[in-house]
């Protein structure tokens, strides 16, 4: 990987539908890591929708961007 050391965290998650199928939320995330030796972060925001198969959570789909 390009990005040695991750660390990545999600906060302030907003679920805006949840039920035993699937689920979709919103949420801002915060990076950091070594890129090069060099230390570089970031943050944004993101949205994912989730599924459940068979005992699993799975992502179906999920955009991050850049905080307005």
């Not at 991750?6 to 199928?21: G, T």
């Not at 801002?28 to 699993?56: Q, T």
Request: hydrophobic share 40%.
């Amino acid at each position: 990987s390009i990005i040695k050391s991750e660390k990545y965290q999600i906060k302030n998650v907003n679920w805006l539908k949840i039920d035993e199928h699937f689920a979709v939320f919103n949420f801002e995330f915060e990076w950091a890591g070594l890129i090069n030796g060099d230390l570089v972060s970031g943050e944004g925001v993101g949205s994912s929708v989730i599924v459940k198969e068979e005992d699993s959570w799975m992502i179906l789909s999920e955009h991050l961007g850049r905080k307005s």
